[in-house]
């Protein structure tokens, strides 16, 4: 099982000077699923949520996530996804 995954952005995008073409993904601990809880304010929907958790794995600012490509953030979602648990059938 490896600590990290990479994906490659089908539409890469610009954070500041630098092209960003894929991002590495970091298993989350829990220490990062307990700040996940903690952003539950009124007003922050699930999708705020994902995007804060994806962000700080991804080591990118929310305002960098902003520009990703709506698809990109779809595949990297996936592979978040699949770092997660499976909940008991």
Sequence with gaps: ?????????????????????????RRPKVRDLRAL??????GVTELDQSIAMTA???DLSTEAMDEMDAADFAAVSVVLGSFLPKAPA
């Design 37 to 42: 809880e903690k952003v539950r304010e009124p």
């Design 56 to 58: 700080t794995l991804c």
């Design 1 to 25: 099982m490896t600590d990290t995954a990479r994906v490659k952005l089908v539409r890469p995008f610009r954070v500041e000077e630098r092209m960003i073409t894929e991002v590495t993904i």
